[in-house]
């Protein structure tokens, strides 16, 4: 708690100075290369190996490396990519036709054999990823001639389309091994260049993408090469950008430094709504958190509309569900209420923790938890509020923070009891319920960290997969919706809004509703 504090203090001070001073030290000079921009990212990326990297970073940069079979368009419908056309002559038989004259970064063909190879890359064991479990529903893949890609399922799985788009999946070289990802080779808008770990990703221009990259208007220049610093701390990001040492960062530091770095002359912020949703996950199978009634009890002790009226200065909407607001297959707020919900009410946290068995000691403590967070600023101020609000009901709840390498192994490994990260990109298809919530889902084989098992939710998951009609898909997930409001393995908490901060001599910058770093194709430099 004495460090939480001191962390507190440090970060009142550091605001206060970037408020009123050009630099503090932690600024570093720039290092101008021509057609360059330097953009802030909090950690480095697990794997840029697209098959394997399942993290924020890893999906965002490897973004701008791979392509991707389909893209989503803004309402997070699918439409043609580096697969112009597809079609399913029967409910086991996927085929995509692929767009011709689409090369490697190295020169080498993109055709259907690579994608072939991607995809059983991904089932045939020969890669550690928990993205498999997203192609487990596969039985062969062939390419049926250059251009050609079949796709063979052992039972129907409408969510296969959603699994090859933008952001979770790029198409691969033949041939691409485990360390592939030190290394990779795309065919994306930009070409990686180097990386050093915790230090930064530098990625160039590919001139040669077949999808074309926008010109600069008259009097600007491209952006011709990407420097992804490292910069866990928020702080420094901020003052970075002050100074003009970095020329961008998207969601990196928190909602009072955006509205201290507004006034800043040299400084532009883009703000908008976003799909990615923060979300906090228990360990279902911990003594302490088995029983959902105390899952219940710390949902009725949390104020998660004061901690957005803090921290995100409003700039955040309240999350029921793990999908985007407005999404086809999102439960809604009357269908959500035919279940249990647990708003604000301390008094109910307490008479839950007493019917689980956890009656008040006479320091007034009901149980001892540890909640695992990342160094990131935001979720650190988030957890100590909410650290704050626990307490009342009579749960003492300590932190831990580590950088986000050692914290993301510990969640992937089950050595925690609650832990907060947000989902990106992989919550805008309702197959985000089975790659967190199946049975089959536990790492490795995909992201149910918290070993959440319910037979009804599995049957549910199979069948929504299995039909074509979206009504029927619609009503399975629904169901799906309102167990999980119900039993809440884990807490679907807010949509915090795109907040990306950038130097006027970047320009043109469009925030993309999943946070992706694809605005960096359209813009330019002045």
């Not at 507190?8 to 720039?30: D, F, I, Q, Y």
């Not at 799906?480 to 990306?500: D, F, R, S, T």
């Amino acid at each position: 708690m004495k460090q939480d504090l001191f962390g507190v203090v440090r970060r009142r001070v550091l605001l206060a100075l970037l408020l009123v001073c050009p630099c503090v030290t932690g600024c570093k000079e720039r290092r101008t290369e021509p057609g360059s921009v330097v953009v802030i990212i909090e950690s480095s990326p697990n794997n840029l190996d697209l098959r394997v990297g399942a993290d924020a970073q890893s999906e965002r940069v490897g973004g701008l490396i791979f392509d991707a079979l389909a893209k989503k368009d803004e309402h997070y419908e699918l439409q043609p990519w580096l697969a112009k056309s597809w079609e399913q002559p029967d409910p086991l038989t996927w085929v995509f036709h692929l767009r011709d004259g689409v090369r490697f970064h190295d020169g080498r063909p993109l055709e259907a054999e690579d994608v072939a190879y991607t995809i059983r890359s991904l089932i045939d064991g020969s890669l550690v990823t928990a993205k498999g479990g997203g192609f487990n529903a596969v039985d062969k893949v062939e390419a049926k001639d250059r251009l050609t890609v079949v796709v063979h399922m052992k039972r129907p799985e409408a969510g296969l389309l959603f699994n090859v788009s933008d952001g979770l999946f790029g198409v691969v070289p033949r041939g691409s091994g485990r360390d592939f990802g030190l290394h990779p080779v795309g065919s994306g808008p930009f070409r990686f260049v180097s990386a050093v770990q915790d230090k930064e990703v530098v990625v160039a221009r590919n001139h040669e993408y077949w999808a074309g990259m926008p010109v600069a208007p008259a009097g600007a220049q491209d952006i011709e090469r990407v420097r992804f610093e490292v910069v866990p701390d928020a702080i420094t990001s901020a003052l970075e950008l002050k100074k003009g040492s970095a020329d961008l960062a998207s969601n990196v530091v928190t909602l009072d430094m955006v509205h201290a770095l507004e006034s800043v002359p040299n400084l532009k912020v883009e703000s908008g709504t976003g799909s990615p949703v923060v979300y906090v996950t228990f360990n279902v199978t911990d003594p302490l958190l088995k029983d959902m009634r105390v899952r219940q009890a710390i949902a009725c002790a949390m104020d998660r509309q004061a901690i957005v009226d803090a921290i995100w200065r409003g700039q955040a909407r309240l999350a029921d569900t793990l999908l985007p607001e407005g999404h086809w297959a999102a439960a809604s707020d009357a269908e959500l209420a035919q279940v249990a919900n647990y708003p604000h009410d301390v008094a109910r946290a307490q008479r839950l923790l007493d019917e689980a068995g956890f009656p008040a000691g006479k320091d007034g403590v009901r149980l001892r938890l540890t909640m695992k967070t990342s160094t990131d600023e935001t979720t650190r101020l988030m957890v100590t509020v909410l650290q704050q609000q626990l307490r009342a009901a009579g749960i003492r709840l300590e932190i831990r923070s580590a950088e986000f390498g050692t914290f993301y192994a510990d969640v992937t490994k089950g050595a925690f009891q609650m832990y907060a990260l947000r989902w990106i990109g992989s919550n805008e298809d309702p197959d985000i319920f089975r790659y967190a919530y199946a049975s089959t889902s536990f790492p490795p084989k995909g992201g149910n960290r918290g070993r959440y098992s319910n037979a009804r939710v599995d049957g549910l998951l199979k069948e929504a997969a299995a039909s074509s009609d979206r009504a029927a898909r619609r009503g399975a997930y629904v169901e799906v919706q309102k167990i999980l409001a119900e039993e809440l393995p884990g807490i679907p908490m807010w949509y915090p809004n795109n907040e990306v901060i950038h130097t006027r001599r970047v320009e043109g910058v469009v925030p993309r509703g999943a946070g992706s770093f694809d605005f960096l194709t359209d813009a330019w430099i002045r």
